[in-house]
């Protein structure tokens, strides 16, 4: 991560995109971690029969940190991630690769802040979880 | 057209739930860390927090007998509604302090509204928390409003 300052940043600016393809051991993994026991994430017998998913779903909170990464691995010890909102508007299955990024979408130099369009987007190019961040700058 | 929200679950919004506590741990920032394919040694290492590790560090641990057919704990904190299955919403967070381990945190929820909306594959009910969490001491930490979809 390099260092820079908000006066370098322009309305429009991408941020580095990212694909995540999680796999049954990093599902596994990020359950264990978060203590989540729902089978949805493990038992694709049980996700199919019974609650009717393609898949086993990957987590909706798993990709909300994949989308908070954005910004923050963009900003590095640059500034401090101060807001983050998404919505997880569609259900997203092992076996597809999905992809994040972002865009600038405000920059108010006098208060320091910088705000963002975020997205976790499928192979399909739809965005699946969109989400906004706001960072302050030191 | 609220159908599926009776008045027993209504008289929930507004409510608070049980404070939880929390000492932050060095290595469940580590797993957490590795599980969601951090980038930064600040994370990887546990020095600090990454922005969502409170959502997994907050979550009920039941004993295995309480677990239910979906491997779920039945969430106390939760009305009767009439659709069971639980689907993640999303989240709007505020951050006021970075977390570091042994930090000790309290975090309060209230359950701010249920709403019933008509999804592509039926009604569906969103329940709304707003949870704040602070320091032992007082100090602020983060403030969120989180949503889960009932289906």
């Known amino acids: 991560m390099s260092n820079f300052e908000i006066a370098a940043l322009s309305i429009g600016e991408a941020l580095p995109e990212r694909q995540h393809t ?56 640059n500034a401090t991630l101060v807001q983050f909102n998404y919505s997880n508007r569609r259900a997203s299955y092992i076996g597809e690769t999905l992809t994040s990024g972002g865009s600038i979408t405000a920059i108010d130099a006098a208060a320091g802040t910088v705000d963002m369009e975020i997205f976790i987007k499928n192979e399909n190019g739809d965005v699946i979880t969109p989400g906004t961040a706001r960072v302050r700058f030191a | 057209m609220s159908d ?29 860390s590795i599980s969601t394919e951090q980038q930064q040694a600040k994370f990887l290492q546990g020095d600090e927090a990454p922005a969502m590790f409170l959502f997994g560090a907050l979550r009920p641990i039941a004993p295995l007998a ?21 689907m ?64």
């Open chain 1, 22 to 77: 999680a796999t049954n051991v990093s599902l596994f993994c990020y359950n264990a971690a978060i203590w989540n026991p729902h089978r949805i994430h493990y038992d694709e017998p049980y996700t199919k029969n019974v609650e009717k998913h393609p898949g086993v779903v990957i987590d909706g909170p798993l990709q909300g940190d994949w989308l908070n990464q954005v910004v923050v691995n963009w900003m590095g010890d």
């Open chain 2, 4 to 32: 599926l929200i009776s008045a027993e679950a209504r008289s929930w919004i507004g409510r608070k739930g049980e404070p939880i506590h929390i000492e932050v741990n060095r290595s469940d920032i580590v797993k957490y």
């Open chain 2, 66 to 86: 309480e677990l239910g057919p979906d491997g779920l704990p039945e969430d106390s904190f939760l009305p009767d509604l009439p659709l069971k299955r639980v």
């Open chain 2, 88 to 151: 993640a919403g999303g989240t709007e967070m505020t951050f006021h302090r970075s977390i570091h381990p042994g930090d000790k945190l309290v975090a309060t929820r209230s359950l701010a509204d249920l709403i019933e909306k008509q999804g592509s594959t039926g009604p569906l009910i969103f329940v709304v928390y707003n949870m704040r969490v602070e320091t032992e001491a007082g100090e602020l930490v983060l403030e969120e409003k989180q949503t889960r979809i009932m289906r």
